[in-house]
């Protein structure tokens, strides 16, 4: 039954593959570009959306200069080079460049020469690919694009401006080109983001009533399906549920200024997401780091919040789990713990998806101290991989052997997409909060099938959020029966992700360390499993270059028979602010 559910999602696959190639290969041919993406074209701006993100004045300084830092690489224009004829570092940076996603930071400087440069590169694509590209017209870079220009519609689209007429032009193509294409769009993250884009499109531009409603019954179709019940997004990314929010804010923010109710889809959408991403905020404002997603800006968050929401966005959140999502959030006394207890989502929305069951972060009101690496999208691609992987989540690892498995990258993984291999799942929990505190005990079966073990573990937040405890154990199921051979011990690894901006020292006997945060308060890591290791760590999800970090590691060896309470196959550990470390029992 599987292989041949495995079967029909390959053909399914292919068959998209095949569809958008010939779509590609017909529009290379100038008489079907005339009759499909010619038309009548846009002749007005109706509306300036106003953007949430702000861009970055530092980078846009950056490309004042002439230098471009995308996904983590460089390029130097030369002063009187066009960019457009630069040989690119990589075909990422090449996809950013045509995205125009950094057109945002070169406006943020507020400089009349970098808005002239932001006109000039913008008037330079359109001379050069304007009319049609095989690259830079593929639908996901083309919708970006589009996107980016909306929201530098005041300078890009200014009527008395002498381009403004051939932008315009290629925008109208641009946008017939998205609506003939959606349906060609992976079934994910980007189809909806599509939609989204059109609809506001339609809103920007005064679209005819039935283009417009024919973008809205598009954009409520991927609401009901990449929308959890929630509030978040179906990859399981507190991140996707948040660039969901913020789009969906800017379309609600258009709509009402232009006088249009937008459907009943739409303002269900808005209110679901927004609790979830309440849910996912950590104090001081930004996410938790799960399943490719970065920390987000804080001030963008609250504002879109606070369009929905109506009010002062509260400090706390108001529910303590999402079932649909897969996550738990534990909340004592200022501190937030917040654990994945979910397996992979859907196959089409594996793009982003991290082996991080079981999993948790750790913040307390002076900030994040236990985190996972996270990743973010301006950030070099030589780390999307590793940063995938159990062992870069504060998980336990089996013979550092992953919980989830994927299609290793390459040709397969680019035609067929992601696919799961070895699942944690089922991922079990159950939840206990009682006057002292809040208990909440997890189990997954990732390394079941491989080593004839399940994963538990339990955890422990005091009332006043300065006790937080541990326990991981590694069991045999009872219904397995005995293994065949009972000699082999499997290593094990326990790791503790720290925040860059914690210092830790380790005491003598390498039992316990001294965790000192940036304002100079205090916590102990203890444990029972034996020495504790300082290792090396790297921290992407701040949104800027690769941040190094320090993570606690303890390991160990494990036995086939374990019941997950014996000292070999049960690990304690616990962290106390530093007036509660002599309290622990």
């Known amino acids: 039954m599987k292989c041949g559910v495995w079967t029909r999602e390959r053909v399914a696959a292919l068959a998209l593959h095949v569809r958008r190639e010939i779509s590609d290969l017909t529009n290379t041919a100038p008489l079907y570009r005339m009759l499909t993406l010619s038309g009548s074209a846009l002749d007005k701006v109706d509306l300036h959306p106003e953007p949430l993100v702000k861009g970055d004045k530092a980078k846009g300084a950056a490309m004042l200069a002439g230098r471009f830092v995308l996904v983590g690489e460089t390029l130097d224009v030369p002063e009187d080079a066009n960019i457009w004829d630069c040989r690119t570092p990589s075909r990422a940076f090449a996809e950013a460049l045509h995205r125009f996603d950094w057109l945002a930071d070169l406006l943020a400087v507020q400089d009349p020469e970098a808005v002239r440069l932001a006109v000039r590169l913008v008037d330079g694509w359109v001379s050069r690919f304007g009319s049609w590209n095989w690259f830079s017209w593929n639908v996901p870079i083309l919708e970006r694009r589009l996107w980016a220009w909306m929201m530098a519609s005041r300078v890009l689209f200014d009527q008395a401006d ?289 080593f004839g073990l399940s994963l538990r573990r339990r955890l422990f937040l005091s009332a006043d959020g300065g006790d937080f405890r541990g326990e991981d154990g590694l069991l045999r199921p009872i219904e397995d029966g005995a293994p065949q051979n009972r000699e082999p011990c499997y290593q094990f690894a326990i790791r503790f992700h720290l925040h860059p901006g914690v210092r830790v020292s380790l005491s003598r006997d390498s039992l316990s360390a001294l965790l000192i945060m940036g304002n100079g308060g205090g916590w102990r890591f203890r444990t029972d499993g034996g020495p504790v290791r300082l290792e090396r760590s790297v921290y992407l999800a701040a949104g800027s270059r690769p941040e190094r970090s320090t993570q606690l590691v303890v390991t160990g060896e494990v036995g086939p028979c374990g019941a997950g309470e014996q000292s070999l196959n049960c690990v304690r550990w616990a962290f106390q602010r530093l007036d509660q470390a002599g309290a622990a029992g």
């Open 162 to 450: 002498e381009g403004f007429a051939s932008r315009l032009k290629s925008t109208s193509r641009q946008i017939r080109r998205l609506s003939r294409t959606i349906n060609l769009i992976p079934m994910d993250r980007a189809r909806l983001m599509a939609a989204v884009t059109l609809r506001l499109g339609g809103l920007v531009f005064g679209f005819p009533i039935r283009r417009q409603r024919c973008a809205q019954i598009a954009l409520d179709k991927q609401l009901q399906l990449q929308l959890l019940p929630d509030g978040g997004h179906i990859s399981r990314s507190p991140k996707a549920a948040a660039d969901v929010l913020l789009a969906l804010t800017i379309l609600d923010q258009a709509a009402h200024k232009h006088g249009v109710s937008l459907s009943g889809e739409v303002n269900r959408a808005l209110d679901r997401s927004a609790a979830f991403v309440h849910f996912c905020r950590l104090p001081g404002g930004g996410l938790t780091v799960f399943h490719g997603g970065s920390e987000g800006d804080a001030r963008v968050l609250d504002a879109a919040l606070r369009h929905v929401i109506g009010a002062k966005v509260s400090k706390r959140c108001g529910f303590n789990a999402a079932p649909n999502s897969g996550y738990h959030r534990l909340e004592a006394g200022g501190a937030v713990l917040l654990m994945d207890t979910g397996g992979p989502p859907p196959d089409p929305h594996l793009a982003d998806v991290h082996a991080s069951a079981l999993a948790f972060e750790f913040t307390i009101p002076e900030g994040r101290l236990v985190v996972n690496c996270g990743w973010a999208e301006d950030q070099p691609r030589c780390w999307r991989e590793a940063v995938r992987a159990t062992a870069a989540h504060s998980a336990l690892t089996l013979e550092e052997t992953s919980s989830t498995r994927l299609r290793a990258a390459g040709w397969r993984r680019a035609l067929l997409g992601s696919r799961v291999f070895a699942s944690p799942e089922p991922v079990k929990v159950r939840r206990d909060e009682e006057d002292r505190g809040i208990w909440l005990e997890a189990s997954h079966e990732g390394y079941r099938r491989a």
